[in-house]
């Protein structure tokens, strides 16, 4: 079975709609693999100096996103929208991933982003202005969901095909399948590195990669003439 990896931020855990979504991915031929970064958690807080409330701790938040899960192939990312904490809200958090994993080109800026809420009406009334819409135009959620049909939208969005194929993240794709690989012909610049050496290049749009992968079709057009004996 194929996996699929999902990462939800919440600072509630949501088991039902959890153990919902693996059987309804187990039945279209998918396991489950959820990493949950609770914000429950006190190490995610801190005390407001100037009130003496305990609020999330955006910098805490931030630092261990970056340190743990910026470069992780993770296929959907779902965030709810409300923490119950006027510092931050679901939407900021997953507008600055979306901008620091694009920017930067890391791994998870390659995943479907959603935001869930068990009041959505209410959720949309704070897009009251053009600016606000704006902003979430340009982040370009895949999903806004009801929280009580994660596991039916979730399960939805991993079934619903590819609208655009990308070669780029297909080649990264097969290369991470064998990381340890050693390369050792056809392209000189990569000999003596790995698979998942060579992935990281062409992931980060470095010379190398780019120049690798034209390479690699040029390589390709001609076996397929030599195997297809095509006569001029």
């Keep these: 079975m194929s996996v699929v990896r999902l990462l939800y931020i919440d600072d509630n855990k949501i088991n039902s709609q959890i153990d919902?979504?693996?059987?309804?991915l187990k039945n279209v031929g998918f396991d489950l693999d959820e990493t949950f970064?609770?914000?429950?958690?006190?190490?995610?807080?801190?005390?407001?100096?100037?009130?003496?409330?305990?609020?999330?701790?955006?910098?805490?938040?931030?630092?261990?996103?970056?340190?743990?899960?910026?470069?992780?192939?993770?296929?959907?990312?779902?965030?709810?929208?409300?923490?119950?904490?006027?510092?931050?809200?679901?939407?900021?958090?997953?507008?600055w991933?979306?901008?620091?994993?694009?920017?930067?080109?890391?791994?998870?800026?390659?995943?479907?982003f959603c935001l869930y809420s068990s009041e959505q009406d209410k959720v949309a009334k704070t897009f009251?202005?053009?600016?606000?819409?704006?902003?979430?135009?340009?982040?370009?959620?895949?999903?806004?969901?009801?929280?009580?049909?994660?596991?039916?939208?979730?399960t939805k969005l991993t079934v619903a095909p590819k609208e655009i194929y990308k070669h780029k993240d297909h080649l990264i794709k097969f290369l991470e399948k064998y990381p340890d690989l050693v390369f050792n012909s056809v392209y000189p610049k990569f000999k003596g590195k790995k698979?998942?050496?060579?992935?990281?290049?062409?992931?980060?749009?470095?010379?190398?990669?780019?120049?690798?992968?034209?390479n690699l079709v040029e390589l390709t057009i001609a076996h397929l003439i030599d195997l297809n004996k095509f006569e001029d």
């Design 97 to 112: 991933i979306k901008n620091e994993c694009t920017s930067k080109k890391y791994r998870l800026r390659r995943a479907k």
């Design 37 to 95: 970064l609770d914000l429950s958690n006190d190490h995610y807080k801190k005390r407001d100096e100037s009130t003496g409330r305990v609020i999330l701790d955006k910098a805490k938040i931030q630092s261990y996103v970056n340190d743990n899960l910026m470069n992780e192939n993770f296929d959907i990312v779902a965030s709810d929208y409300d923490f119950k904490d006027k510092n931050l809200d679901g939407f900021e958090l997953l507008k």
């Design 20 to 24: 919902n979504l693996r059987k309804k």
């Design 128 to 154: 009251d202005t053009p600016k606000k819409v704006k902003s979430l135009i340009k982040l370009k959620i895949d999903e806004f969901i009801d929280r009580d049909r994660i596991p039916e939208e979730l």
């Design 195 to 214: 698979l998942s050496d060579i992935a990281h290049e062409i992931d980060k749009d470095l010379p190398n990669g780019i120049d690798f992968q034209k």
